[in-house]
Each structure stands twice: as C-alpha cells, then as structure tokens.
C-alpha cells in the first residue's frame, strides 16, 4: 500500500495537467465568449435596422412620413396612424391589465387561501403560454362578433378587441411580477398594521401595495412592453385599417398597429424598395420604444428574492 | 521544526478593511497550533491564507511572506492547486458535497486525475478509518452523504481531506455545530492526526483552545497579541487583554 | 353589542369581493378558452389527421408537415440556443466580475427580452434570409427564432446556478478542484434541473411564435417533407394563422383542430417543465 501510495498522481508535483490546463483555457474563453454574445446581437439588430431604414429617411420627405395617410401603393407613408393605431391599443390593454392584473395579483397573495392560490396561479401560467396565434383566433372567432352584436357596431374587428385580447396577454405577467414584489412586503409590515387596528383590506391597500409599489410598477411596464410588441393578435382582430384614432370612440373602429403593418405587408414588398425600407423604419421605431419600456422598467429598483418560482412563469 | 512561518502578514480588502495587521509566528511540524480569540480577530482570513483560498475572495492586498517548508505561499506564480492538496481544509459546518459518501473522499483525488480504482477504494478505507467513522458508513459507502448526522458529516469532512495526503490540516471551528460526543471524537482523532500531519486548528471556545493546543496564539482584532505553549498560555497568560479573554471578561 | 358591521368592515367585505370577481373572471375565461377549443377541436383529431398532408387547398386531409416543421424549428432553436445560452449564464454566474461591462451584458439581455417578435422576423429576413443567403428555411428560423429565445435561457440558467450554495464551490476549491471542474462536477449537475426548465419553457415559447417565422420559414404549403435544414417547411402556428384567415370556406372543425394540436404542444411542454421543477425540489441534496 506504500508503494501505490506513492504513485498517487496527486502527490507528483504538479497541480494540474498541461494537456487539460489548454483544454481548460480555451472552454473559459468560450465562455466567456458566449457571455458577451447578448451585447453582439443587440448591436448586430439595432445596426441592422439602422442601416435599411436609413434609405427611407432619404427617399421620402418628414411631411409624408408625418401625414396620417398610409397608402403605400400611391407613395403614402404616414406612420402616424400606425402609431396612433399602437398607442390606442397599448392605453386599453393597459386600462384592462393593471386592474385585473394587479387585482387578481392583491387576491393571490393577500386573501385567497394556500389551496386556492396553489390551483389559480398554474392557470394564469397557462394563460401565459398561450401561443398568441390562438388567442388571435379565437379573438376574431368568438369575440369579435360577439362584440359586433353586443354593441352593435359594423364589425367586431376593433381596437376594442384588441385590447382586450392584449390585456389578457399582459395580465400574466402582471400577476407574477406583482405577486413577487407582494410576496417580498415583509409579515411584520402587516402585522404592525393590524395590530393598531386596521382591517386587512385597509392594509393591503395603506401599507402593502405602497410597499411594494415599486415591484408592481416593474410589472405594469413589462406587461406593457409585451402589449406593444403583439403582433399576430392584433393582426386577427383589430380590422387592420390604417385610420389615425382621434378620440375614445375610435375604440370600437379597426385600426392597425406597427408591428400588424410589418407583418402583414413584408411578404409583399420588393426587397431594397422604399417600401421595405419604411417597414424596417417603423421596425427600429419598435427596437426603440421596447428598448425605452423594458430597460426603465428593469431599473426601477426590484430584487426578485423567489428565483425559480417566478421566472418559471 | 517549524512547517509555516509566518512574517509580517497583512490582509486588506477591496473596501480598506484590515483583517490582519503584522502577524508573525512559527507553526511547529506534528503539533496541534491553536489560534484563538474573540470572533472578528482574523482568524478565518488568517486560516485562509495559508491555503490561499483566500483568492477567491476580495482581498486587495497580502504583504509580508508566508513559508511552508520554505516556500512562499504568497507567491503569486505559486500553483494553489498543488498546495490545497498539500494544506487541507476542514470547514466549520459540514458542507458535504452533494454525492454519495464514497465519491465525498475521493473527490480530491478524482479532481487530480486520479483513475486507479484499487488505490480509490484502498483511500477511501483508510481515510475513513482515521477520521473515526469507518464502521459507521462501510455498509453504505454509495449512499448520499447528506444522509449522514452532523457529526458524522464532520467527520466525512476529515477523511476527504485526509485522502489527499496533506502535510498540513487546517481546521476552521470544526465542532461549532455539533453535539459534545461528536466533539470529543474529533478532538481525540486530532491528537491521533498529529503525529502524522502538522495541525492548525481554530477552535470555538477557550475551553477547546485549551484542551487541545500544544502551542496557542491568540489574535485580537487582526492583531496577534501573544504566542505560548498551550499550557502556558492558559495558567499563565502574559498580556492583560489575554488575561480578559481566557477569563471570560469579554466575547 | 351591535351585531351591525361597522363601515370599515363592510367596506372590506365588499372590496375583498371585488377582487375575488375580478380573479374569476381572469381566470375562467382561460379554462373556457381550453375547453372550448378541445370541444370543438377534437372531433377533427383522428390518424389522418395526424399523419396526413393537407389536400383540397387544406380544406381536407391532414397536417403533418405543419407538426413536423414545428418539431424541427424546436430543435433547430435548442441546437443554437441551449449551448450559448448556458455558456452565457455560466459566465455571468461564475466568472463575470461586478463591473460596468457585466452590467452591460445584463442590459443587452433584458433589451433582447423586451425586442417585439416581429422585429426579430425583420431582423432575420433581412440578414438570415437575403444577406447571409440561406433563404427561406429551417436555418434561417431556427437562428431567429434562437436569438429570440436566448434571454429566457439565460436568465432561467442563471437563477438555477446561483441557487447552488456557494460553500460547495468553496469545499471544491479547498480540495484542488479547478473553477471548471467546480462547474462541471458539483454546479451544474446540481443546477440541471432548473436549467432543463428554463430551457423547455424557452422552447414552447419558440414552438408558439409566427411572427419571427413568417418571414423567415413559413412556407404555405409544400407538398413533401422538408429534408434539409436549408429547405422551408410549413409549421403549425403559421398554419394556423393561413386556415383561418387565408382561406375561404374552411371547415371549423379543422381550424379548431389545428389550434388543438398546437396546444397541446406547447402545453405539454409546459407541464412537463412543471413536473420537473417539483421533482427537483423534492430531491434537492442541500
């Protein structure tokens, strides 16, 4: 036994092989390689955009990209309605997604008991998951005439049902997010309240939601950002009229959004034309605002302490 | 003989903090070096720098020189992975790797490149034999370590350090967490160690310092106050704050 | 004393009902969506169905290419994303320093996370497709669809490898193990489960788009299989889309059949994702 002990490789004096020390550098360079990639292909996007949507910026004069008029074949580019057309769509999917969002987020984790909340929060992951084709589908198969009928309007392909199909896409990840930052209120918060007699209705709504107010804005945003992005969604029901939305009745007509425009129209133009150079302008336009919504709302101040559960969502 | 030399040693952190102002002293060979003294002394870093594990935290800056069988561990060309083999390490609350018990001891040697299985199985018995446990775990060397007790993790602790062959073992509170049964075996498998190997030991209360040390040092604030024999130093401490300490007036 | 509730209490039984309403109406509509389309769905399913190609312009037949092009942009996506994605995440777990430079990288991904779906059909038409040449195929999707996915990989792996306690990379270290034999041996055997998560939540996402494929893939119909990674195939969620805007009197019952299909793809996924995650916490070894 002394003599194997003496041929034990960890006593020869060396500390690690040569072969496998080269082997080593070059997996750590990869590595570390793969770990810069994220900033690569932002860059290699946003220069992409950048560098064919420039031509349109050359080829067709600020007055007509500012007009309200979208009419491609006859060399009519006005983006406004286009973004008109988001930005109605995003207020209203707003307008659904932060109350129910942020109320379905308040009964979760303050009110419904540990069964309740155990069986409801897999639900709304699902909801979550949902391939937006679908939920496009069934929008304009059952909502959208469902709403010609109940309000009586020409067609059901509205910003109507846009935002509410976009609503119910933003909630989930409202829900999660809010349901977090809630989580994270520390018990004594509450426990401080109640004990100077406060209802737990008046302590959700005076001590925990202020607390985590932060986390929930973090949400709102997130779900915001991913209204704004939606695109076959809005493309199924939202009637994909470009008319520039001027007032809250334009609700219940079509309009079409940004990414709707880009996705419907790029099959059809001719590469290198100024059409397909428009449609890459009002793509880095999108590169742009998601990159606003989603990096302000990552820098608001929020911890997620509860890794897996909530990533997992 | 003296293993470790010691000679003006200072940490600084990143942040400017100093957890080690000038230390110096000798480790004695095939003795059990008892460092001691109230929490926040030093005595981690100090610890953590004679495996250089020390790397792998934010320290700024190490002077001074550290020896062992003279050669200088600060050496920033020094190959640490050789060294951790030579200085082992046993931590103050069992942190068993999360594999069977067998693949614990022979984790050190697998790491080095270590294939032969009849040299594996023959170190996992004789360390487990020197760490005292043996005849608890032969039956179940492919179960999972963490199903083991505390103390018996401990213990698991040692022999994984042990089948490394070290010249040095440096024990960091080894017995915080555990029962006093299983702190007595470690300390009596400490004085069986010590014939072989040269032992640092940081213990958790004066009361271990002074059962088990044959040579003391106690440290204050990153500062090393007095060196003794372990006997010595616990009838009759020299410097007034040592005095304090070993008598309880503070913690 | 009064039996009455007094304001504040009745307040809250009337605000606690509010929200107990507005959960329900979140969340029932969600298992109407799904039992609706399994009712009206599954009459359509049958083995044609399955293993059929489409005829009579998709008013007939089945739609097997649609489920084949959709498995093989799923593995085309992993291919390219899973190993970059886990380097990715092992560095910023194990080897990125605190520094501007890691918050940088940290930025590039969120902003890859927020970037619009179809911006990234734009983006892998214009160099995938036309500039790089592949054409319409199943390379050019997969790469887009790829980067599309790579932040939910990232930050999912990264989560699972932070949780693994520090004090095994420490003992790791303190017995001559390398930080690569730290990460091979101990980190990320123990962090698999949650990364293989990550990794299949990331992948039903990438099963589910169109818009990244419209462009870059999505064929309307092909008579044949695809057989090459450079030919473009039919998937299901384009599919879906073409049956049920596209074209004129088609049976509901195929569309709803279609959806069905594409549902349980992507659900399936999600719940075997789920039934590793509660496995992995049963077994967890610290």
């Given at each position: 036994m002394y003599q194997l002990q003496n041929k034990m490789i960890s006593k020869q004096k060396i500390g690690i092989n040569p072969k496998i020390q080269k082997r080593e550098l070059l997996i750590t360079a990869l590595i570390k390689a793969a770990g810069y990639s994220a900033i690569i292909f932002v860059g290699m996007i946003f220069l992409f955009l950048l560098v064919e949507s420039i031509p349109a910026l050359r080829e067709v004069e600020l007055s007509n990209l500012l007009s309200s008029r979208w009419y491609p074949i006859e060399d009519h580019y006005g983006v406004l309605p286009l973004i008109g057309g988001s930005l109605i769509i995003t207020v209203g999917a707003t307008l659904i997604a932060l109350p129910f969002g942020v109320g379905t987020a308040i009964y979760l984790s303050e009110i419904a008991p540990r069964w309740l909340r155990e069986t409801l929060k897999p639900l709304v992951e699902i909801l979550g998951g949902l391939p937006s084709v679908v939920l496009g589908f069934l929008g304009m198969l059952i909502l959208s005439p469902y709403l010609r009928i109940w309000l009586d309007?020409?067609?059901?392909?509205?910003?109507?049902?846009?935002?509410?199909?976009?609503?119910?896409?933003?909630?989930?990840?409202?829900?999660?997010?809010?349901?977090?930052?809630?989580?994270?209120?520390?018990?004594?918060?509450?426990?401080?309240?109640?004990?100077?007699?406060?209802?737990?209705?008046?302590?959700?709504?005076?001590?925990?939601?202020?607390?985590?107010?932060?986390?929930?804005?973090?949400?709102?945003?997130?779900?915001?950002?991913?209204?704004?992005?939606?695109?076959?969604?809005?493309?199924?029901?939202?009637?994909?009229?470009?008319?520039?939305?001027?007032?809250?009745?334009?609700?219940?007509?079509?309009?079409?959004?940004?990414?709707?425009?880009?996705?419907?129209?790029?099959?059809?133009?001719?590469?290198?034309?100024?059409?397909?150079?428009?449609?890459?302008?009002?793509?880095?336009?999108?590169?742009?605002?998601?990159?606003?919504?989603?990096?302000?709302?990552?820098?608001?101040?929020?911890?997620?302490?509860?890794?897996?559960e909530r990533i997992l969502s | 003989m003296n293993k470790i030399s010691i000679h003006n040693l200072s940490l600084t952190y990143s942040d400017g903090a100093q957890p080690l102002r000038d230390i110096s002293f000798?480790?004695?060979?095939?003795?059990?070096?008892?460092?001691?003294?109230?929490?926040?002394?030093?005595?981690?870093?100090?610890?953590?720098?004679?495996?250089?594990?020390?790397?792998?935290?934010?320290?700024?800056?190490?002077?001074?020189?550290?020896?062992?069988?003279?050669?200088?561990?600060?050496?920033?060309?020094?190959?640490?992975?050789?060294?951790?083999?030579?200085?082992?390490?046993?931590?103050?609350?069992?942190?068993?790797?999360?594999?069977?018990?067998?693949?614990?001891?022979?984790?050190?040697?697998?790491?080095?490149?270590?294939?032969?299985?009849?040299?594996?199985?023959?170190?996992?018995?004789?360390?487990?034999?020197?760490?005292?446990?043996?005849?608890?775990?032969?039956?179940?060397?492919?179960?999972?370590a963490i199903a083991l007790s505390g103390g018996q993790q401990q213990r698991l602790c040692l022999a994984r350090v042990l089948a490394l062959e070290p010249e040095v073992i440096l024990l960091d509170e080894p017995t915080s967490g555990l029962d006093p049964i299983s702190t007595g075996k470690v300390e009596e498998s400490l004085q069986d160690l010590k014939r072989e190997y040269t032992i640092v030991l940081v213990p958790h209360s004066v009361q271990q310092a002074a059962r088990t040390a044959d040579q003391a040092i106690f440290l204050l604030q990153g500062e090393l106050i007095e060196v003794n024999s372990g006997e010595l130093m616990f009838t009759n401490p020299q410097d007034p704050r040592t005095q304090d300490y070993i008598q309880g007036r503070f913690g | 004393m009064t039996m009455k509730l007094s304001a504040r209490q009745y307040k809250q039984r009337l605000g606690f009902s509010l929200l107990t309403l507005m959960t329900f109406l979140t969340v029932i509509p969600i298992i109407g969506v799904i039992i609706y389309i399994i009712y009206l769905g599954l009459p359509a399913i049958n083995l044609e169905f399955l293993t059929g190609f489409p005829r009579e312009g998709m008013r007939e037949g089945g739609i097997l290419p649609a489920i084949i092009g959709t498995f093989y942009l799923t593995l085309g996506t992993a291919t390219f994303a899973v190993p970059l994605g886990i380097g990715s995440a092992i560095y910023l777990s194990e080897y990125a320093p605190d520094n501007k430079a890691t918050q940088l990288i940290r930025i590039a991904i969120i902003n890859l996370a927020g970037i619009p779906s179809v911006v990234y059909g734009l983006f892998g038409l214009g160099l995938f497709v036309l500039f790089l040449g592949f054409g319409t195929s199943i390379l050019a999707g997969s790469l887009t669809l790829s980067i599309m996915t790579l932040p939910v990989i990232i930050s999912t792996t990264e989560e699972a490898l932070r949780a693994v306690p520090q004090s095994f990379r420490t003992v790791s270290m303190s017995l001559g193990a390398t930080k690569l034999q730290t990460i091979k041996k101990i980190v990320l055997p123990q962090a698999l489960p949650g990364i293989l998560t990550g990794v299949i939540l990331g992948l039903e996402r990438a099963a589910g788009e169109t818009a990244p494929i419209l462009f870059t893939v999505a064929a309307f119909f092909l008579p044949r299989l695809p057989n090459s990674p450079l030919d473009a195939t039919m998937a299901l969620p384009y599919h879906l889309y073409v049956i049920s805007t596209q074209v004129p009197g088609m049976p509901i019952k195929i569309q709803y059949g279609t959806a069905l299909v594409l549902l349980v793809f992507v659900l399936g996924m999600n719940l075997v994702a789920t039934a590793i995650r509660s496995r992995a916490r049963a077994r967890r070894q610290w």
């Open positions: 309007l020409p067609t059901g392909l509205s910003a109507l049902a846009g935002s509410i199909l976009l609503g119910g896409i933003a909630i989930p990840t409202v829900v999660s997010i809010s349901e977090d930052a809630l989580d994270a209120v520390p018990k004594s918060y509450r426990d401080a309240s109640l004990a100077m007699g406060a209802t737990e209705w008046q302590t959700i709504w005076r001590v925990t939601l202020p607390a985590a107010r932060s986390g929930v804005l973090t949400a709102v945003m997130l779900g915001i950002g991913r209204a704004i992005g939606e695109t076959m969604t809005v493309m199924m029901v939202t009637g994909n009229a470009p008319i520039l939305p001027t007032g809250i009745k334009d609700l219940f007509s079509p309009v079409r959004t940004m990414t709707a425009t880009i996705a419907a129209e790029m099959g059809e133009v001719a590469n290198s034309s100024t059409h397909y150079h428009i449609l890459f302008l009002i793509g880095i336009i999108l590169f742009l605002i998601s990159l606003v919504v989603n990096v302000t709302a990552s820098a608001v101040v929020f911890r997620q302490k509860k890794s897996q | 000798d480790i004695p060979a095939n003795q059990i070096s008892v460092i001691f003294g109230p929490a926040g002394g030093g005595k981690s870093s100090l610890l953590r720098t004679l495996n250089r594990l020390n790397d792998l935290t934010d320290i700024q800056d190490q002077e001074g020189s550290v020896l062992l069988d003279g050669r200088d561990l600060l050496d920033p060309s020094l190959d640490v992975i050789q060294l951790r083999r030579q200085v082992g390490m046993v931590f103050a609350r069992p942190v068993v790797l999360p594999l069977s018990i067998k693949k614990n001891v022979t984790y050190g040697l697998e790491v080095a490149g270590e294939t032969n299985k009849d040299l594996l199985s023959e170190t996992v018995e004789s360390s487990l034999k020197k760490a005292a446990i043996w005849d608890e775990v032969k039956a179940r060397l492919d179960d999972p | -």
